[in-house]
């Protein structure tokens, strides 16, 4: 069963315009945690930004925040004025279990973002 | 300096060729990870290492074979393939007992296998 869903397989924005790239997660674990990573065409995986699941607060890094609303198990990233160096694809992933030991990641398919000057 | 790096960034070999790839992290991390990932697709997890041990292999072939010779370096070696295993194949490595213990990538192998 397919754990990560990203369900947008490719987005438009404007520049200096804040997009929304949706995630949903489905797990029975009340322990894991959630990432999002960027992926430009030169293929490095960039990690954005982590919110665990006791997390009371949504995080937020920079121009990125985390709109974490854990009822309906959504996991969005919210990018704040968008900057051309933003065109990439993005993928959410979660960790589950206690935030300890190895890192096992399962990957959305990803959202690949295109941003317009 | 680039936390966690990969040689080659490019190789193309023969199916009967053996070759390396090479990953070094500069972070103090205690865990590491080989990934493979198609195009348009995410990444796939193949192995992990925990401490130097290997804690994890995803049923990936013998043709593929990990080594990590300490803490800071992990090799993948390569024999045999196919031309069905070109990927990007991407080294990660993270901090495991930490709350949040997000994995640094390096920026990947491409591999073509003729």
């Known amino acids: 069963a397919q754990k990560i869903t990203q369900t947008q397989p490719g987005m438009f924005v404007q520049e200096k315009e804040a997009v929304t790239l949706d995630c949903t997660y489905d797990t029975s674990d009340p322990s894991y945690g959630l990432f999002w990573y960027k992926q430009p065409s030169s293929g490095e995986m960039i990690f954005l930004i982590y919110?665990?699941?006791?997390?009371?607060q949504n995080a937020t890094e920079g121009r990125y925040s985390l709109n974490f609303q854990k009822a309906r198990k959504s996991a969005n990233l919210v990018i704040s004025a968008s900057q051309l160096g933003d065109s990439a694809m993005y993928f959410c992933a979660m960790r589950e279990g206690y935030p300890g030991g190895y890192n096992k990641l399962i990957f959305g398919a990803g959202t690949r973002l295109a941003v317009h000057p | 300096d680039t936390e966690v790096t990969q040689t080659p960034k490019h190789l193309v070999m023969g199916m009967t060729n053996k070759k390396s790839l090479k990953c070094e992290q500069h972070?103090?991390?205690?865990?590491m990870y080989w990934y493979k990932q198609k195009a348009k697709k995410p990444p796939e997890l193949m192995f992990v290492y925990s401490y130097e041990k290997l804690s994890i292999n995803e049923s990936v072939p013998s043709r593929f074979s990990p080594e990590c010779p300490n803490s800071s370096l992990l090799n993948l070696h390569l024999h045999a393939l196919q031309p069905e295993d070109s990927a990007l194949y991407l080294c990660a490595s993270s901090q495991e007992f930490q709350d949040r213990n997000e994995q640094f990538f390096g920026p990947g192998t491409r591999l073509t296998v003729l």
């Open positions: 972070l103090g991390h205690n865990a």
């Open positions: 919110q665990g699941s006791y997390d009371q």
